[in-house]
Each structure stands twice: as structure tokens, then as C-alpha cells.
């Protein structure tokens, strides 16, 4: 749909209203996971077969993640006056991220505790066999240091991580790049000018290729279906339920709480992120809805530097769904293999968990991979044990997406209230679906000028050049997820 103004001009008028509701992008994502279901359950081959089409679109969305990054976090470093208000952001985001994963591992560890789902398994670890693939991500794990997260950060070429698409490492190139394009000037501002035209353009490729977001999501479903069927539902439903209701739980307790505290509704986002939620529910990955979500935040008042620094390190560093998921399992091992934990020790597991979980952020098989690294910290429970719960992992791979994409969200939320930045009346009309005005545009300069060098008309004459103001402006911070299909 176009956002317009209620009330505007006339020309305003003339634009079009809402999408009916059979051309919006979340009614075929949503249609294509239920045919992708059907298919791979009633012809698990075929299903099998579509997992190109998935793997497919994943990818194209994969190539669009690390550009748009550095592109959102230089734009909004490099246009800020006081880099200070960066840091500041930066660290108040890192506080609240370690503060909201304690919670949701806190929540994990009384769920199983209460339920004891793994009592009566009697699971011999030596006897325990170990497939392949599980034995790859064991490896990684038992080789995973707390530490490395720290020196992973720092690549060790500028392309590199590009090419891998390692979000943490282009979070610190773009954010050395922004800071260094900030301090030098006026000379940076045709860099900046770059920068600001060029995030236009991946958006604008960002909405080609959500066009075939339906045909993505039925691939993935119907391939992931197809292979895993409903067997490992049966034998291991009450763990999946557990996890299921543990964080559907913490979503509305916790991060309901938060959202109440700042006068919003939980649900009434959730609605308005729906298509991103279809997404992730078709390709059991919260990836592809980054670019997504960064825009709807933004065009609902949360400031572009904020959106851009702290959604993209939440991916990495805000992992709620996961952390509920790694102290589950934790314990459902322990359990299984009749290891008994004191109280102590299960708090010592936590803060093991806050570091290891940060180290294999954005990693294939990044779950187990911290997993295997807690367990072989600490040395009390088997590794092998992972073996119990590998077959479950895809069912509950969506569950630790949603949830840490609805973390992310309200995290932002959060940091841009801390920051005083929030126009929380905005917000709360863009997630209940009232129309509203795109946002305004800043006419100070980009980059700071030095005024007593610049020329009174270049410098406003640098100044329209850096930042576009007017309709043409307005019109470029529509939302490409705002398109109908």
C-alpha cells in the first residue's frame, strides 16, 4: 500500500489506498507455506526436489543483507553531528541485548526445570552414535573458545566478509568507515551523497526481489517437509511443544511488558510486521526480514542511524529465541543423561551460554555449534548428547527466528526511547495501519561543514546535494515493502 496523509492535498488524494488484502505480499507467502506443507506431506519427493526454488531465493536475499548494512550504518554514522551519541547508542544496545538474553535463558532453564522432560530417557552417552553431519558442528563446537566471538569480529580483508556475508564483521567495517567519513568533512560529502543514492538503489532491488518472496517460501516449506516429515514430531512433541510455549510466553510476558512500558502493543506490531513473519516462518530464517524490518522501523519514527546500528547487531548480539533454545537443551541433555546440576552450576551454564552464544552468530549450524561449546566448557554434560535433539532442530528453527526477530524489533524500539528519539504517538499509528506522512527530512548538513570556509551559497548549495529535500524526498523514503504485488 502507499502511506498518504489523511486530510492532504488533492494531488495527495488521487493516490492509491490500501492493497486489498488477495494482492498483499503476506497472503502468498502465507498460501505458498501451506501448499509447501501440503506437497512435501503428501509427496515427500516432490517436496524434496523444490528445495532449490528455496535455497534460491534465500540466497538472493543473502546478497542483499551485507550491502544494505554498510550502507544504513555509514549513512546514519556519517550524518550524525555528535559521533559521541553513536557510542552511546552502541553501548546502550549491548546492555540491554546481554539483559534481555539472561532473561530468555532464564526463562528456558525454569521451563525445563519445571517439566523435566528429559527424566526417564536414561541415555547412555557412550552408546550414543553420531551422524556425520552432527559430528562436524561437535568438532566446531569443541574447538569454539569464549573468547574467539571478541577476535572474530575484526576481518581479515575488507571483502571478506562480503563475500561469506559475516554481518558482525561488516557491522565494524561499516561502523570505522562511518566514523571516518564523519571526521573528515566536507570532503566526505560526495561520498556520503554515494552512499545515500546507492541505499536507494539496493531497496529498490530489495522490492524486485521480494516479488518471488511466495515462490521462496513454498520451496523451503515444501523441501523441509518432505525430508524431516512428522516421525521426529511424535517421538520428541512434548520438547517442541516446551519450546514452543516457553517462548511464545516470553514474547508476551516479557517483551510485552517492555512494549507496555513504552505505551505500544505488542500485537499491534507483530500485525504490522506480518509479512516479515510469513517469511520467516517459509524459510526458517530471521535473514532474509532484516532489510524489511529496518525499513518499516524507520518509516514508523525510529531514527535511521538508530535502525541501522542496532537492528543489524542484534542479529548477532540479541538471539532471544536462541538463548531459550540453548538452555532447554542444555538441561533436556543433562536430564536425559541422568547429570545432575545444583543450582550453581546451572547459573554457571548461563554465563558460559552469554559468551559462547555470541561466537558462532551468522555460523551454518551456529545452535549446536554453541551448544557443544557450553557443554564442552563446562565438561559435566556429554557432548554427544546433542545427538537427541539433532533430528528436532528444523522444527524448532522457525520458533528461534520469530523469536529473535520480535526481540530485535522491540530492542530497537527500546534504544530509541532511551535515546529520547522516539515519536511514540507515530509509532503506534503506523502499527495500528493508520496512513501517515513519510518522514521528514533533516535539511541540516550531512556531514558537518565548516562554515567559515564554505561560501554562504555552496554551502547550501552542498548542503541540497548531500541531503534531498521536498516531494522527491518524501517519495524516495516510501517504503519498498509498502508495493503491492
Not at 63 to 71: K, N, Q, T
Not at 384 to 412: H, P, Q, W, Y
Amino acid at each position: 500500500m502507499e502511506h498518504i496523509t489523511a486530510g492532504a492535498s488533492p494531488a495527495d488524494k488521487n493516490m492509491p489506498g490500501k492493497t486489498r488484502w488477495y494482492r498483499q505480499l503476506y497472503f502468498w507467502v502465507l498460501t505458498a507455506i501451506v501448499v509447501g506443507i501440503l506437497l512435501g506431506w503428501l509427496a515427500p519427493t516432490a517436496g524434496i526436489a523444490m528445495e532449490p526454488i528455496g535455497t534460491t531465493f534465500v540466497n538472493a536475499m543473502k546478497m542483499l543483507i551485507g550491502p544494505i548494512v554498510f550502507l544504513t550504518i555509514v549513512g546514519g554514522i556519517a550524518s550524525v553531528a555528535d559521533l559521541k551519541k553513536v557510542g552511546m547508542t552502541g553501548l546502550k544496545a549491548l546492555t540491554y541485548f546481554q539483559i534481555g538474553t539472561i532473561c530468555a535463558m532464564v526463562f528456558g532453564l525454569v521451563a525445563i526445570n519445571v517439566f523435566r522432560l528429559g527424566d526417564g530417557v536414561n541415555a547412555d552417552a557412550s552408546t550414543i552414535k553420531t551422524s556425520e553431519s552432527a559430528a562436524k558442528l561437535i568438532d566446531a563446537g569443541q574447538h569454539q573458545e569464549w573468547w574467539q566471538f571478541i577476535t572474530h569480529i575484526i576481518p581479515n580483508s575488507i571483502a571478506g566478509p562480503f563475500v561469506e556475508g559475516d554481518i558482525l564483521q561488516i557491522i565494524f567495517i561499516a561502523v570505522v568507515f562511518g566514523i571516518a567519513l564523519n571526521a573528515i568533512g566536507k570532503v566526505g560529502a560526495p561520498v556520503l551523497d554515494g552512499v545515500q543514492r546507492l541505499t536507494g538503489v539496493m531497496f529498490k532491488i530489495l522490492g524486485f526481489i521480494m516479488k518471488a518472496a511466495p515462490l521462496g517460501a513454498f520451496g523451503a516449506m515444501a523441501f523441509a517437509v518432505g525430508k524431516y516429515g512428522v516421525s521426529s514430531l511424535t517421538s520428541m512433541g512434548g520438547l517442541i511443544a516446551l519450546f514452543y510455549g516457553t517462548s511464545i510466553l516470553f514474547v508476551i510476558v516479557v517483551l510485552g511488558s517492555i512494549m507496555a512500558m513504552l505505551r505500544l502493543n505488542i500485537f499491534t506490531m507483530i500485525r504490522h510486521l506480518k509479512e516479515e513473519y510469513m517469511l520467516i516462518l517459509g524459510t526458517s530464517t530471521a535473514e532474509p526480514a532484516l532489510p524489511g524490518l529496518m525499513r518499516k522501523l524507520e518509516h514508523a519514527g525510529v531514527k535511521k542511524e538508530t535502525v541501522g546500528l542496532v537492528v543489524p547487531t542484534g542479529y548477532s548480539f540479541n538471539l532471544d529465541g536462541a538463548a531459550i533454545y540453548l538452555s532447554l537443551a542444555a538441561l533436556y541433555i543433562a536430564q536425559a543423561t541422568n547429570t545432575e546440576l545444583t543450582i550453581g552450576q546451572q547459573l554457571g551454564l548461563l554465563a558460559v551460554m552469554l559468551l559462547t552464544s555470541k561466537g558462532a552468530a551468522g555460523v551454518a549450524g551456529g545452535g549446536f555449534i554453541a551448544l557443544t561449546a557450553t557443554l564442552t566448557t563446562l565438561g559435566t554434560i556429554p557432548a554427544a548428547g546433542i545427538m537427541l535433539i539433532f533430528g528436532i532442530d528444523k522444527f524448532m528453527s522457525e520458533c528461534r527466528a520469530l523469536v529473535n526477530f520480535t526481540g530485535n524489533a522491540v530492542a530497537t524500539l527500546v534504544i530509541a526511547r532511551w535515546d529520547r528519539t522516539l515519536d511514540t504517538d507515530r509509532v503506534r499509528r503506523v502499527f495500528a495501519g493508520e496512513t501517515v506522512e513519510p518522514m521528514p527530512v533533516d535539511d541540516t548538513p550531512a556531514i558537518p561543514v565548516e562554515e567559515e570556509e564554505t561560501e554562504p551559497a555552496e554551502a547550501g548549495k552542498h548542503s541540497a546535494a548531500v541531503v534531498p529535500s521536498g516531494p522527491a524526498a518524501s517519495a524516495d523514503r516510501r517504503p519498498a515493502y509498502s508495493k503491492s504485488l
